[in-house]
């Protein structure tokens, strides 16, 4: 390949497509601004009004879902350890049939707009605020789950990684990503959120597209890639090692994979407050599917451009001849290599690697602002009218997206320590999904058999993650692949060797001790980070029953409808009116006391009241 210094740089066409990008975002959150009539209330804000459609929905969800990390992280992923990362398009498939079949109809029939309101419904308050302020705070097993403190990185790590190779204005793009996302989710909301997620997964799969097939040109067919990918070790599809202590293997990506992002769809406000505000639970269930069709693409192009790393740079790996300083920056390199002849074509590749950020940080800021005005203001200032709750929820998305622009000039001077907090935040998504299992799934599951399978589920997950923090595994586990340099001109070597932040996708990498490892860190602590999320919901839910069943769990009275009935499993696709939901949680703050209050989580009497169990706002169930 041409040698380091003949890569191509950033021009001002490459500006303007940035650019281009970034307004169309701030035009939709305009719109959306004033539509209508606008945000007259905190479900038109909130949740769209609960009248969104399929489609967008589920290019939403697919947009949110895949970050920046998926454009920059996963093609260097594939250059480094083979194409068994495209293994994850059957955890997809996984998750989302589970989504869509278990968690989906119930939290759909409650009309809930916050995911942790369910867990009062269920168990009581505290177990509520606790999952509230745990995702305020969280970062679970992958980046795509949200949160003030992920998303100062989600801004902050493609800035560094693109501006060190293409020389694009570090703090400019930090701060113009975050004030336009800020500004679009304040005014439009919800609805602004999607629709801007619909025109960013288009600008990712484009970007993804032009590279592709500019590099089919360049290797004069994608049979030669293909071909440089078979001989170079790439196409390592099938590694049925049951060995958990391996990274990534068909076990591990499967079974692993399905629980670590189960953890996201199943129950992540993010993911959840989309798809529920669809206004008939058959348009919720398709955004789902139809998701998934765009999961698969976007996977399919990732795969495919790292093969095409490998297939150029074979003979000449950038990273370890130090043209670049962390493999993050690889997809930049590669674009202002093959296109350093075509102004605005990088600007395309940037623009798609933002569309990642901006779809995650978006979803990030209105999932925030939901669970505060529902969980933190709602259930203790119910006078406020939808009026005053509309502009609370958009005052939230102001403060939360002044709060991410904060947090990214955090992870710029403390991001190795900000990291490592952030992998040990991250352990909490499997015993949160065990805790909503728990409630969904197990009609005798009661409040303390939660609680202590919660804890447990922390404490097994912690321990393991903090051990794997100290005692990082060893280059066996992970199985890199080779890299070659054999055809480098060293002496050509670029000036791409400043430090820089860990790699988006090694999700627990740190430099290795130079003390002796003991025998529990080659076993124990060396697991597959996938199956972390795996013991934290399977041990919080084993835990959670046998103390349930201990404590008199089997005596308890549950209302049927906050658990999966034998009618919500794989029940078939409806256009009927009874698919609109139950508005369990519509309480009317001025009603008169004999009339009662909707939600059970507010006044335990309802559940008692003979007039009112088998209704909820005059639609019986």
């Not at 100062?152 to 493609?158: K, L, S």
């Not at 599951?445 to 997950?461: D, H, K, P, Q, R």
């Not at 790699?503 to 602590?525: E, H, S, V």
Request: aromatic share 12%.
């Amino acid at each position: 390949m041409t040698s380091p210094r003949s890569i191509g740089f950033f021009h001002a066409w490459d500006y303007v497509v940035f650019a281009a990008m970034l307004l169309i975002s701030a035009v939709i959150g305009i719109y959306y601004a004033f539509a209508g009539g606008g945000q007259k209330t905190s479900s038109d804000f909130l949740m769209g009004g609960r009248r969104m459609t399929a489609l967008p929905v589920a290019l939403s969800l697919t947009a949110s879902f895949m970050s920046a990390v998926t454009v920059l992280g996963t093609p260097s992923e594939v250059y480094r350890f083979g194409a068994i990362f495209s293994i994850f398009a059957i955890s997809y498939t996984l998750v989302v049939i589970l989504s869509a079949e278990i968690f989906l109809p119930v939290f759909y029939r409650l009309g809930i707009t916050s995911t942790y309101e369910y867990l009062e419904l269920r168990f009581n308050k505290y177990l509520r605020l606790s999952g509230t302020i745990l995702f305020i705070i969280q970062t679970a097993s992958k980046p795509q789950s949200n949160s003030t403190l992920y998303t100062g990185i989600v801004i902050y790590a493609p800035a560094l990684a693109l501006n060190q190779v293409t020389g694009l204005d570090l703090w400019g793009a930090v701060l113009a990503t975050g004030v336009i996302c800020t500004f679009y989710c304040t005014l439009g909301g919800l609805k602004a959120v999607v629709w801007t997620d619909v025109i960013q997964v288009g600008i990712m799969v484009a970007g993804f597209a032009s590279v592709i097939i500019r590099a089919v040109v360049i290797q004069e067919g994608i049979g030669h890639i293909v071909n440089d990918s078979y001989y170079g070790g790439r196409l390592n599809f099938w590694n049925f090692n049951p060995n958990p202590l391996q990274r990534h293997t068909f076990w591990t990506i499967v079974i692993g994979g399905t629980f670590t992002w189960m953890g996201i769809y199943g129950v992540n406000q993010s993911q959840v407050q989309r798809y529920i505000s669809c206004k008939t639970r058959f348009q919720a269930k398709l955004s789902l599917y139809i998701n998934l069709v765009g999961l698969w693409v976007i996977l399919t192009c990732a795969v495919l451009c790292g093969l095409v790393l490998y297939s150029i740079y074979k003979n000449c790996d950038p990273w370890t001849s130090k043209q670049i300083s962390a493999p993050d920056q690889l997809m930049p390199y590669l674009v202002l290599d093959i296109f350093r002849d075509f102004p605005g074509m990088p600007g395309l590749f940037v623009a798609s690697a933002y569309s990642g950020t901006l779809s995650t940080v978006s979803s990030s800021i209105n999932a925030l602002a939901a669970v505060t005005v529902e969980d933190f203001i709602r259930p203790y200032f119910r006078s406020l009218s939808e009026k005053k709750l509309s502009w609370i929820s958009m005052g939230m998305s102001l403060l939360f997206g002044a709060v991410c622009i904060a947090m990214a000039a955090l992870a710029s001077v403390m991001g190795a320590l900000l990291q490592a907090a952030l992998s040990i935040f991250g352990m909490i998504g499997g015993p949160l999904l065990g805790l909503f299992s728990l409630g969904i799934l197990f009609s005798f599951a009661n409040e303390m058999g939660a609680f202590v399978g919660l804890i447990s589920g922390f404490i097994i997950t912690l321990w393991v993650g903090i051990g794997a923090q100290n005692y990082p595994p060893l280059p066996t586990r992970t199985n890199p692949l080779h890299l070659s340099t054999a055809m480098c001109n060293i002496s050509n070597s670029s000036d791409f060797t400043s430090p820089t932040t860990i790699p988006l996708t090694t999700l627990l990498q740190t430099q290795t001790k130079g003390y002796t490892r003991p025998a529990i860190a080659d076993n124990w602590y060396s697991v597959s980070y996938l199956y972390l999320s795996t013991l934290g919901t399977l041990f919080t839910v084993a835990v959670g029953v046998l103390v349930s069943l201990f404590t008199g769990g089997l005596k308890q009275n549950i209302d049927r409808k906050l658990l999966l009935n034998k009618e919500d499993f794989l029940s078939n696709f409806s256009w009927s009116k009874s698919e609109i939901r139950v508005k369990v949680l519509n309480w009317k703050p001025f009603s008169p006391a004999s009339e009662g209050a909707d939600n059970p989580a507010f006044s335990q009497m309802e559940m008692k009241d003979s007039d009112n169990k088998d209704k909820a706002n005059d639609l019986h169930i």
